[in-house]
């Protein structure tokens, strides 16, 4: 049986990095020509953990202009590969396995393929395709990622003995994502001296919202409760005056 009841106070942070790797595809003629780079997009655990005992797919959706524009990633490695020449925002999705009870998240990341450097920086904004070729130096891979940081606050039962455990998968068996080497190879470092205080700042803002909550929930309820016995009260008065004497 599914344990389904969530645990309330517990709160369970899991590390996921999302980004795209862009690498010119060098001169070529014909009709692919407009084709400029491979890129691929991706969703990965922190350090190329394993994250799929808590995700259970990722959804890619692209610019309308690719054919079959929306792709779902339903096991690890969560990524997709395309060519194109031209840079547009896109959305990933990432959905958790079932016995969470847990809705999808969004993440919004900008595809860049070109840079004078491969590149770590945060996904960009609300940025409108862009479709024009630039005339900088194109051998070197443009890597862009973000590293982001899911809570999951009062998980169901089952989802929280999940995230406990963690993979049941040996390190060395993770199917990472293809680009992992082209990622490592330009030095991907986020700045945890800098994320992790903050994320720590996020995480007791967030306890001290759910006590307060509760509190006021504990207010309530007790409120509610005296309401209760004061008409139960009154109900009972009323039935007395009602009854007939002797």
């Known amino acids: 049986m599914v344990k389904t009841q969530r645990l309330e106070g517990q709160i369970v942070a899991k590390k996921l990095v999302y980004g795209s790797v862009a690498v010119w595809r060098g001169t070529r003629k014909g009709p692919d020509d ?8 991706y969703v990965r655990g922190h350090n190329d953990e394993d994250i799929s005992y808590f995700v259970k797919r990722v959804q890619f959706d692209l610019h309308p202009s690719f054919e079959d524009h929306i792709k779902i990633i339903e096991s690890a490695p969560f990524e997709i590969s395309e060519t194109g020449w031209g840079e547009f925002e896109m959305k990933i999705k990432v959905f958790f396995v079932e016995v969470s009870g ?14 004078s450097q491969a590149t ?37 039962e089952a989802f929280y003995e ?54 006021k ?3 309530e309820e007790e409120v509610m409760q005296r309401l209760i016995h004061d008409t139960e009260s009154l109900q009972n008065q009323i039935k007395a005056l009602q009854e007939p004497n002797g």
């Open 217 to 219: 929930h504990q207010q």
């Open 34 to 41: 407009q084709r400029t780079h491979k890129w691929t997009a």
């Open 162 to 215: 999940i995230l406990q455990q963690g993979s049941q998968i040996p390190p060395e068996q993770v199917r990472q994502v293809s680009v992992s080497s082209e990622i490592k190879s330009h030095g991907t470092q986020f700045l945890e001296s800098r994320e992790v205080p903050r994320l720590e700042e996020a995480k007791n803002r967030l306890k001290a919202q759910i006590a307060q909550l509760k509190d």
């Open 120 to 156: 770590i920086q945060s996904a960009g904004g609300s940025l409108r395709p862009s479709f024009q070729a630039q005339n900088v130096p194109k051998k070197l891979p443009v890597v862009v990622e973000k590293y982001d940081e899911i809570l999951f606050v009062d998980p169901t």
């Open 102 to 115: 847990e809705k999808p998240i969004e993440f919004t990341h900008y595809l860049k393929l070109y840079g």
